[in-house]
């Protein structure tokens, strides 16, 4: 129930101003598109993007220089970058379901960054969120799960405590947060739960202006959250 959910992540204070009919409107719209068959140069787009170069920490940008070779999903997958074989892999289906839940969420709530990641484990077999699709400026691709990274990382602490994080005003905010876009001033980050009470992902959303996250902003995004939880997030 969304609700239940609302009330699991603590967002119970605006449970009153759900409208259902307008919420489910909202993410039928969200999670509508259309199947076709893929190209290269789309599998290319769903499976690789730039990062910028981090601070010594790895917390985030330091300057907008991107590093030279692009990250790449399918090795994170332990898959052959391979543009026949991944045409009809299962895995490019789910990335191109995300790819236009995060274009229809982003254009529908108007935020100036969006992003979906994926609790899962890196190359070296760490526990990680790995951000799977997103528009927006260039991110670090990776968060890791620990209590040491997440003092510092709002979307780690998120993704470990299951509890959303509402930043109204970057510049005042006094809670687990690092500045890398300057021109981001609120965000808004809350946890994917699957249907076993699991916290599989997170959704992450940025905006240039000051207490841009309306509670109803609030429920919308939070609504596709939940119903990502519900299909687990297409894995």
């Not at 259902?20 to 140069?41: G, R």
């Not at 935020?111 to 070296?124: A, E, P, Q, S």
């Not at 006094?174 to 076993?196: H, M």
Request: proline share 3%; net charge positive; charged share 25%.
């Amino acid at each position: 129930m969304f609700r239940t959910y609302l009330t699991a992540i603590g967002l119970e204070k605006i449970i009153s101003e759900i409208d259902k009919t307008k919420l489910n409107n909202f993410v039928k719209k969200a999670f509508s598109q259309i199947h076709k068959e893929f190209t290269c140069e789309e599998i290319m787009e769903l499976y690789t993007y730039f990062i910028p170069k981090l601070t010594p920490d790895g917390s985030c940008s330091i300057t907008e220089e991107l590093q030279g070779l692009p990250y790449n999903l399918a090795e994170t997958f332990g898959l052959s970058y391979d543009c026949k074989t991944l045409q009809t892999h299962s895995q490019t289906v789910r990335l191109w379901h995300l790819k236009n839940i995060v274009r229809n969420l982003y254009k529908q709530t108007q935020v100036d960054w969006l992003g979906i990641y994926r609790k899962t484990k890196n190359k070296k077999g760490q526990e990680i969120l790995l951000k799977e699709s997103y528009i927006g400026s260039p991110s670090r691709p990776e968060f890791p799960l620990t209590k040491n990274f997440a003092r510092h990382s709002n979307n780690s602490t998120v993704g470990l405590t299951g509890k959303a994080i509402i930043v109204e005003n970057v510049t005042t905010y006094a809670g687990p947060y690092y500045k890398c876009d300057g021109k981001v001033r609120s965000e808004f980050c809350l946890p994917i739960i699957n249907t076993d009470n699991q916290i599989i992902g997170i959704i992450d959303a940025e905006s240039f202006k000051e207490n841009y996250f309306t509670n109803k902003l609030l429920l919308q995004i939070a609504k596709v959250a939940f119903e990502l939880g519900k299909i687990n997030l297409g894995v």
